[in-house]
Nanobody
Framework: QVQLVESGGGSVQAGGSLRLSCAASGRAFSRYAMGWFRQAPGKERECVAAISWTGSSTYYGDSVKGRFTISRDNAKNMVYLQMISLKPEDTAIYYC?????????????????WGQGTQVTVSS
């Protein structure tokens, strides 16, 4: 089990950028695939990006391709989500999630541990 703490959320205008960070506890962090999910009011939780153990494989949701970049630093037990060209529809609570597997997944129920989330608000 890993404990996850997100940071970096906030309020920005459309077109702006934010970088989310997720700090993970536990020595086995490098053995977890990681994902960033988001949930807007009244909507289902969706995967925006995910990354494998080594970072060699990534996944992006269609709505964020070309704008979001996921990365990880296993030496620091950190995962990041760089977001550019933000749109009002990106407004949501963003969650970091860990999966005890090499490969990432886009499905929330395949992740084992979750952070508390960080709010991202994009105004037009």
């Amino acid at each position: 089990q890993v404990q996850l703490v997100e940071s970096g959320g906030g309020s920005v205008q459309a077109g702006g950028s934010l970088r989310l960070s997720c700090a993970a506890s536990g020595r086995a962090f490098s053995r977890y695939a990681m994902g960033w999910f988001r949930q807007a009011p009244g909507k289902e939780r969706e995967c925006v990006a995910a990354i494998s153990w080594t970072g060699s494989s990534t996944y992006y949701g269609d709505s964020v391709k070309g704008r979001f970049t996921i990365s990880r630093d296993n030496a620091k037990n950190m995962v990041y989500l760089q977001m550019i060209s933000l749109k009002p529809e990106d407004t949501a609570i963003y969650y970091c999630a860990a999966r005890r597997a090499y490969w990432h997944s886009q499905w929330a129920d395949e992740y084992d541990d979750w952070g508390q989330g960080t709010q991202v608000t994009v105004s037009s």
